[in-house]
């Protein structure tokens, strides 16, 4: 199953996972527009894909702005005459500890991430309902979107916040035959090229040489290739059952993640008063309590990075 004669368009995908998800996307068959803020990276990224024989252009702009949003799906309208993927993946990071957090960093990154998917989704949709022929849209989320990170508030307030709005897209779209989900990626990127626990895999990445088993297997850690698969799966017509899911993909792993469920329920008649949660909290409910971020496991003797 191919994806001969669909439209897509992929946000922030002049480098690194965006562009791997274009590029697949291309290579199955559909043509492409392809969004970045720099001209010459979009421009490559076009090349990249004419050379494999497929077909693509570029919309040089800054997701967030209805305007960019409008623009992109006219252009896939224009240059291709329809719409029928959708992949939300531009971002921006700006971190920092709670406490120095600016404002315009906080409000930089959710207005690319959590604003720049709700008005590209939006725009997409728009034009899809009144088609009648449903749609494809995967949105982008992160690991620190589902279990936090240190330094990343505004990050995971954004990431948290796009698989909440796919939950209810895939409500709202479900009559209309478009999908919509959420995809985890795991994958050397320029943002995970500064973690020094990840430094064996991204430099294997960047030298062209296998990701080595432990982060490929252990840790579902790999490539941007390796995510590629997913994104292009859910935009096809294999997927039109799948709707509403979260998925994290990296290296050899791939996960369904639960939607978030009441881990203990416990009744008492009169309802929790200050007094009796003192009183029950350390036997009920103490041994119920969520862990927050990730934890990873030692690395390999082999695969550890160099200290000075």
């Known amino acids: 199953m191919s994806l001969d004669g669909k439209v897509a368009i ?6 690194g996972l965006g562009r791997a998800y274009a590029l697949e996307l291309a290579r199955l068959g559909a043509s492409v527009v392809v969004n970045d803020v720099d ?3 979009a421009a490559d990224a076009v090349a990249a894909i004419q050379a494999i024989g497929g077909r693509a252009v570029a919309v040089v702009a800054p997701v967030g702005p209805t305007a960019t949003a409008v623009e992109l799906v006219d252009t896939a309208v224009r240059d291709f005459g329809r719409l029928d993927i959708l992949v939300t993946n531009a971002g921006v990071l700006r971190d920092s500890v709670l406490w120095k957090m600016s404002d315009d960093d906080f409000d930089t990154v959710i207005d690319v991430h959590l604003r720049g998917t709700f008005t590209t989704v939006r725009e997409a949709v728009r034009h899809m309902r009144p088609r009648g022929e449903g749609g494809r849209i995967v949105c982008i989320g992160s690991p620190t979107g589902q279990r936090g990170n240190f330094g990343q508030t505004n990050y995971a307030a954004a990431k948290a916040g796009i698989v909440g709005m796919v939950r209810s897209w895939a409500l709202e779209l479900k009559r209309a035959g478009i999908t919509a989900n959420a995809v985890i990626p795991v994958a050397a990127t320029a943002m995970t090229a500064t973690i020094p626990y990840f430094s064996a895999a991204v430099t294997a990445e960047a030298n062209g040489e296998p990701v080595p088993e432990f982060f490929r297997h252990d840790l579902g850690f790999g490539t941007s290739d390796d995510v590629a698969g997913l994104i292009a799966f859910l935009g096809s017509d294999a997927a039109a059952t799948v709707t509403g899911q979260v998925i994290g993909v990296g290296g050899d792993r ?3 993640w639960t939607h978030p469920e009441a881990a203990l ?11 009796a ?3 029950a909290w350390p036997s009920e409910f103490a041994n119920a309590l969520q862990s927050v971020g990730e934890s990873f496991p030692e690395l390999p003797a082999d695969l550890r990075p160099a200290t000075s």
């Open 254 to 256: 791939l996960q369904i």
């Open 277 to 279: 949660l003192v009183k």
């Open 10 to 15: 992929v946000t922030g995908s002049g480098r």
């Open 39 to 41: 001209a010459r990276v």
């Open 265 to 275: 329920t416990a009744y008492r008649e009169g309802g929790w008063s200050y007094d």
